[in-house]
């Protein structure tokens, strides 16, 4: 068939649906049939699953096969497309649109997902022979680039296609993704690489990253953004003193009252703790409608996660709450409406998820914020203001992770072998290993092929091996515990939850179940479960007798402000005089803080100084996120401990941090600005933390990645204690015999970054010297400082008697009892 006649036939398939293809789509349809690769930038809802789908469609009905169902799985053409996902959420529903296209349109292609959610036989069936188009995973495509037949596998691609790349971009999955693409380039010459993104602030970075460094490629922009119609659910009392969680499930009633005026619609909280709660809370106040609510988190077990994806799709789920494992989604199962509960944290982040309402063109997309303290009302409606304008936050690549490296280069060759120089260029054709160097690469062969100097001594660690020139796999062994451990995604040491019967619920963090004694009673995967016992890899439960219990609680939950939305957040206080109606809820809050201490303007840094009865306290405003926050806290108390014998207590939040000492802070109002210097600032803070004990505890993680320590089988996990016990070993031998070893400076440096985002960190006190540093003098906690006090409250008493005290703290100083502060 001719190209002409291809097309025709695409358009035929819209016309059929009363669908006309936006330009945007036609080009990159065209471009792809070009040869050309490119970045498909358009918002949510336009099709950009359409615009890449039919590229490659087009081209494949040159092929006789594609036009008549085979008889037999090795009648169709080989593997052809290979479509990368980064959530296996997504795969199910995204094969099952793009297999129902090519029934029509390309019957002789075979369409099916594979990740690790992927049935024994299905696996089996691929090994054999892959499916002319393949939905999958970066890990789960990695996998199969890490066997001999790699390169008969790959051989035949036409097209590779990485959905949500925004999501992948400054991750290690991203990094491994540059990399996975860059290996997929040089098995298959002339290879198409198509990215789809809705919401990047930087596409020509992206796109490099996409298609590799110095690599011809093309954006093709989508229509302007979609009209999103965002407003937030005001409280009746939005009160003069916040603090954390003070609103939240109380507005629960008034959620659930919007939510009867819909059929559909997804209730995204920001953990897994907060959507057992909340669904827990939707079951209560709508009993007789407990079946359509579902919950929906990455650590439910596969099956419910599933049928609870279906129930979305066919619409017999009215609720369903949501963690990010549903972020993104595809162009087949759109809600009414959307929920944010607290602060979506980015702007990027509440426009895709405000996507997944009006999933369409022409559509608007609804979503309802719901704050679980009064400040972030001021972020609901910062973040609508730079909706407005598209204003999203730019992702970088990282550089130069070398443990992804090592198990990139573990990964090719196994996967058919290598010639170390052929490899070498291909690694530096991507952004993150484009300034690797030639003594890098040569540490990083001799850590593949023997451990490296320190670790030569261990045959285990002998995974690649040199043959005329070629490095190929080592051990059958190591070639296992490799393709077991292929991946990125930080671990926090999980167990399985089982119940007596045997039936598996999920995975809780093993940190969580170590503070639970047998007998106690927690929250989990939408139940209440008593635990029994622990065992090696599993902990066992029974229904419990009582309704309430503590709910699970999960480390992978952080999710710092971001840059883009608190530098929006300075704007709107600086900008309160406006008929916002956040702000006009806010205006009690406002005048009362500005009354008694001052609103900052975007120039400036507010410190309240406040005396009480513990000590003298310095609450600063920087409003950069809590990780930058908590950089901050490290690097003054430890530059004031350097200039007097003082004992500094701190607390931070996403709007600032506390500083308290019960002698005094001993800081002139005109020395905040020499303490907030960037001068020496890594000295300052390796000295301020037991920086060794920080990166022994990271180095866990990669030495994971790089496979220096494995997991165990499956089902035969090794606990946390175990693999921090292996990584620790392994830790000592490099410091003592290795000191300079490539995975030890990056054990240090992303510690850094990953405790205290170092990079954001001296960015912000760059930021900070341009601004003019304002001191107030508080006779009391205003409400700007009243959260961080709450918070601090928090950490001495248990969570009762803390609202108890919380709440006396708030009548007292309602009433403008002046006891518990004084100026000085």
């Known amino acids: 068939m001719s190209e002409r006649g291809a097309l025709d036939r695409v358009e035929a398939w819209f016309a059929a649906r009363g669908i006309e293809p936006f330009p945007y789509q036609r080009e990159a349809w065209r471009r792809s049939l070009a040869g050309e690769s490119g970045l498909i930038h358009a918002p949510t809802g336009c099709g950009k699953t359409h615009a890449a789908w039919f590229g490659p469609l087009l081209a494949g009905w040159a092929d006789e096969r594609a036009r008549r169902k085979p008889r037999r799985r090795a009648d169709a053409p080989p593997l052809t497309v290979l479509w990368i996902t980064p959530m296996r959420a997504l795969a199910q529903d995204l094969g099952a649109g793009l297999a129902d296209v090519a029934a029509e349109l390309a019957p002789g292609w075979i369409v099916e997902v594979r990740t690790g959610d992927a049935s024994s036989a299905l696996r089996a069936r691929q090994s054999r022979r892959l499916p002319t188009v393949l939905v999958t995973t970066p890990e789960s495509a990695c996998l199969l680039l890490a066997h001999e037949t790699a390169p008969e596998r790959f051989g035949a691609l036409h097209t590779v296609v990485v959905d949500e790349w925004h999501e992948l971009l400054g991750t290690k999955r991203g990094t491994q993704t540059e990399l996975l693409l860059a290996r997929l380039r040089a098995l298959a010459p002339g290879l198409r690489t198509w990215g789809l993104s809705a919401t990047l602030g930087d596409p020509r970075l992206a796109l490099e990253a996409l298609v590799g460094v110095g690599a011809p490629g093309v954006v093709v922009a989508g229509p302007k953004a979609r009209e999103i119609d965002c407003r937030t659910i005001l409280p009746d009392d939005a009160g003069r003193f916040p603090w954390a969680g003070h609103l939240g499930l109380h507005l629960a009633e008034q959620v659930a009252a919007e939510l009867d005026a819909v059929p559909s619609a997804i209730v995204f909280v920001n953990t897994r703790s907060q959507a057992e709660r909340w669904f827990q809370a939707f079951r209560y106040l709508r009993y007789e409608r407990q079946a359509e609510i579902g919950l929906h988190h990455g650590s439910i077990e596969r099956d419910e996660r599933l049928r609870i994806e279906r129930g979305m799709a066919d619409g017999s789920l009215w609720i369903t709450v949501a963690t990010s494992s549903l972020d993104l989604g595809v162009d087949f199962a759109p809600v009414e409406l959307v929920v944010q509960v607290g602060s979506p944290k980015g702007i990027a982040r509440l426009a895709q998820r405000a996507g997944r309402s009006g999933h369409g063109p022409g559509r608007v997309s609804r979503v309802l914020g719901v704050p679980t303290h009064a400040l972030e009302l001021v972020e609901f409606a910062a973040a609508r203001r730079a909706l407005a304008r598209s204003s999203f936050e730019g992702r970088e690549p990282l550089l130069r992770p070398f443990d992804v490296l090592a198990q990139h280069v573990v990964t090719v060759a196994l996967g058919g072998g290598f010639v170390a120089a052929e490899l070498l260029a291909e690694v530096r054709g991507t952004v993150a290993y484009r300034e690797l160097t030639d003594d890098e690469w040569q540490r990083i062969l001799a850590f593949c092929c023997f451990g490296g100097p320190a670790l030569s001594a261990y045959e285990r660690f002998a995974r690649i091996r040199e043959e005329k020139g070629r490095y190929v796999g080592g051990s059958r062994l190591a070639a296992r515990d490799h393709r077991m451990a292929i991946g990125t995604i930080a671990s926090f040491g999980s167990l399985r939850v089982v119940l007596r019967n045997g039936r598996e619920l999920g995975s809780v963090e093993e940190l969580f179940l170590g503070r639970l004694a047998p007998g106690e009673a927690f929250t989990f995967a939408g139940r209440t479960v008593e635990l029994v016992r622990v065992e090696a890899d599993k902990a066992v439960v029974r229904p419990a007798?009582?309704?309430?219990?503590?709910?699970?609680?999960?480390?992978?939950?952080?999710?710092?402000?971001?840059?883009?939305?608190?530098?929006?957040?300075?704007?709107?206080?600086?900008?309160?005089?406006?008929?916002?109606?956040?702000?006009?809820?806010?205006?009690?809050?406002?005048?009362?803080?500005?009354?008694?201490?001052?609103?900052?303007?975007?120039?400036?840094?507010?410190?309240?100084?406040?005396?009480?009865?513990?000590?003298?306290?310095?609450?600063?405003?920087?409003?950069?996120?809590?990780?930058?926050?908590e950089g901050l806290a490290t690097l003054l108390s430890y530059r004031l401990t350097r200039r007097a014998a003082v004992t500094v207590v701190s607390t931070c939040s996403d709007w600032g941090l506390s500083l308290g000492a019960r002698r005094g802070l001993g800081v002139a109002d005109d020395e905040w600005t020499e303490l907030l210097s960037g001068e020496n600032l890594l000295e300052d803070i390796l000295a301020s933390l037991d920086a060794a004990g920080l990166a022994r505890r990271h180095f866990r993680e990669v030495a994971r990645v790089a496979g220096l320590v494995h997991e165990g089988h499956p089902r035969r996990r090794k606990t946390t204690r175990q693999l921090q016990a292996s990584a620790g070993l392994v830790y000592d031998v490099l410091v003592k015999h290795e000191p300079d070893s490539l995975l030890l400076e990056q054990a240090r440096r992303e510690a850094l970054e990953r405790s205290l985002e170092f990079t954001r960190l001296r960015a912000t006190l760059a930021e900070l010297a341009e601004r003019r540093v304002v001191v107030t003098r508080p006779a009391r906690l205003t409400p700007f400082a009243f959260p961080l006090w709450a918070d601090k409250v928090r950490e001495h008493v248990s969570s009762e008697s803390w609202e108890e005290r919380v709440r006396a703290m708030v009548e007292t100083l309602e009433a403008g009892d002046g006891v518990l502060g004084g100026a000085r």
């Open 545 to 629: 007798r009582s309704k309430a219990g503590k709910v699970a609680r999960w480390m992978g939950g952080r999710m710092p402000l971001s840059n883009r939305l608190a530098h929006e957040i300075r704007e709107v206080l600086g900008s309160v005089g406006g008929r916002n109606p956040e702000l006009v809820k806010l205006r009690p809050l406002l005048a009362r803080q500005r009354e008694a201490s001052r609103l900052p303007a975007a120039d400036e840094l507010l410190i309240e100084r406040i005396r009480l009865p513990d000590g003298d306290h310095a609450f600063l405003f920087p409003i950069a996120g809590r990780l930058v926050h």
